[in-house]
Nanobody, 133 residues
Framework: QVQLVESGGGSVQAGGSLRLSCAASRSIASMGCWGWFRQVAGKEREGVAFIDGSGTANYADSAKGRFTISQDNAKNTQYQQMDNLKPEDTAMYYC???????????????????????????WGQGTQVTVSS
C-alpha cells in the first residue's frame, strides 16, 4: 500500500494562495485515481479534486476556477494549487488514493458523486489550511 505524505498547509488571509503537496512512496505512473478530500471538524469528509490515470482532472463546484490539481511523475508528487482562498476553505486537507483501481476502470474517478471516502484505501495524515477573513 502506498504511503502518502501531505505538506504545504498553513494560514493565509482571504484571497491568498497555498500549494499543497502529496508525496507518494512509490511510482505514481500507475495510480488510477487519487486526489484531495477536506474535512471540517464535526462534518463529513468531502472530495475536492481528483486526477485519473489518463491525466484527466475534475473539481468540486466549490473549487472550480480556484484550485488546480497536477502531478509530477518524476517526483512521485501531486500538487493542489489553491488560489483566491476563502474562509470556507478552512479545513484539514487529505490526500487519498483508490488502490483497487475500481474508480478508474469504471470511469468514475472524475465523477464527483463517486468521491466517497470509503472508496479510497490509502490516506495521508492531513495538512491544515486556515483562511482568515
Amino acid at each position: 500500500q502506498v504511503q502518502l505524505v501531505e505538506s504545504g498547509g498553513g494560514s493565509v488571509q482571504a484571497g491568498g494562495s497555498l500549494r499543497l503537496s502529496c508525496a507518494a512512496s512509490r511510482s505514481i505512473a500507475s495510480m488510477g485515481c487519487w486526489g484531495w478530500f477536506r474535512q471540517v471538524a464535526g462534518k463529513e469528509r468531502e472530495g475536492v479534486a481528483f486526477i485519473d490515470g489518463s491525466g484527466t482532472a475534475n473539481y468540486a463546484d466549490s473549487a472550480k476556477g480556484r484550485f488546480t490539481i497536477s502531478q509530477d511523475n518524476a517526483k512521485n508528487t501531486q500538487y493542489q494549487q489553491m488560489d483566491n482562498l476563502k474562509p470556507e476553505d478552512t479545513a484539514m486537507y487529505y490526500c487519498a488514493e483508490d488502490p483497487s483501481g475500481h474508480l478508474y476502470s469504471g470511469g468514475y474517478c472524475t465523477t464527483p458523486g463517486a468521491w466517497r471516502p470509503a472508496a479510497f484505501g490509502s490516506w495521508g495524515q492531513g495538512t491544515q489550511v486556515t483562511v482568515s477573513s
